[in-house]
């Protein structure tokens, strides 16, 4: 059974910095193409950025574009999430989300697996 688990999640100042890491087991990390998604309260869970197998491909949302990157390291069965210049509204609860051939990468309901989330909260 696949299981994700992320870690990374804090408080930041606007402006700031913050990487939130993503594990897997139960499976084969290089079979999977991983995404992040949030969800800020009140709001719906929305997609972030995703990342291909081979890590060749990457996706993000238009709020994200420059300001964050997505990476893997397939040795070590992790996904990133790294931003930089973080806004009061990248304030969620951000999901690590796992699936072998997604159809859609930008949709929750393309992803098999989950993690329960780590929170991320930007001051301003």
């Known amino acids: 059974q696949v299981q994700l688990v992320e870690s990374g999640g804090g408080l930041v100042q606007a402006g700031g910095s913050l990487t939130l890491s993503c594990a897997l087991s139960?499976?084969?990390?290089?079979?999977?193409?991983m995404g992040w998604f949030r969800q800020a309260p009140g709001k719906e869970r929305e997609f972030v950025a995703a990342i291909y197998r081979s890590g060749s491909r990457t996706y993000f949302a238009d709020s994200v574009k420059g300001r964050f990157s997505i990476s893997r390291h397939n040795a070590k069965n992790t996904v990133y999430l790294q931003g930089s210049g973080l806004k009061p509204e990248d304030t969620a609860v951000y999901y690590c989300?796992?699936?072998?051939?997604?159809?859609?990468?930008?949709?929750?309901?393309?992803?098999?697996?989950w993690g329960q989330g780590t929170q991320v909260i930007v001051s301003s």
């Open positions: 989300a796992a699936d072998p051939s997604p159809l859609e990468y930008y949709t929750r309901s393309a992803y098999n697996y």
């Open positions: 139960g499976g084969t990390f290089s079979s999977y193409v």
